[in-house]
């Protein structure tokens, strides 16, 4: 059975924090480092896109994840190893009763991050990154005591804030 066109990523919620990982560094990898949701490209034996960030989540820091509470908007990107397009699905989650125990391969670590430090407007900018290591793209940060979130999982915060905001709740 051939691979699944998408990737899904958990976005975990407990009192006002959100759950975040810093990938691990790995050659090849473009997102090396970096701050994220937990998730993954989808597997042959996942049924939806929920089942993949259940799957991944587990394996990269042993969180078993209930039933999903509903999903951010979706976004193409592209699959830097196949160089193909594939629907990221952001789904959420309520944090089940235990601590996350990254997996070392995968995930250097994980930490909850109070969602009021991540829509802090002073903790806002922008950073120079390297698309491929060559082209200079100028990015939207939000900036950590050790790092920075950017890319697809700022976006990501931006669609969690406007839903929240709109259905009246805070996550």
Do not use: K, N, Y
């Amino acid at each position: 059975m051939s691979r699944p066109r998408w990737a899904a990523v958990a976005v975990v919620l407990r009192d006002g924090d959100v759950l975040l990982v810093r990938r691990s560094a790995r050659p090849g990898d473009p997102w090396s480092g970096d701050w994220a949701f937990p998730g993954g490209f989808g597997h042959a034996e996942d049924r939806d896109p929920p089942a993949t960030a259940r799957r991944e989540t587990e394996e990269e820091v042993g969180l078993r994840l209930g039933p999903d509470r509903g999903r951010l908007p979706a976004r193409w990107i592209v699959d830097p190893w196949r160089r193909r397009p594939v629907r990221l699905v952001p789904v959420l989650f309520r944090a089940p009763r235990q601590e996350p125990h990254p997996d070392p391969a995968e995930v250097a670590e994980a930490r909850w991050v109070p969602l009021s430090v991540l829509e802090d407007p002073t903790r806002r900018g922008h950073q120079w990154r390297l698309v491929r290591g060559v082209l200079p793209w100028r990015a939207d940060v939000r900036r950590l005591d050790d790092g920075a979130v950017w890319g697809l999982t700022g976006r990501m915060l931006d669609d969690l804030a406007r839903v929240s905001e709109r259905a009246g709740i805070t996550p």
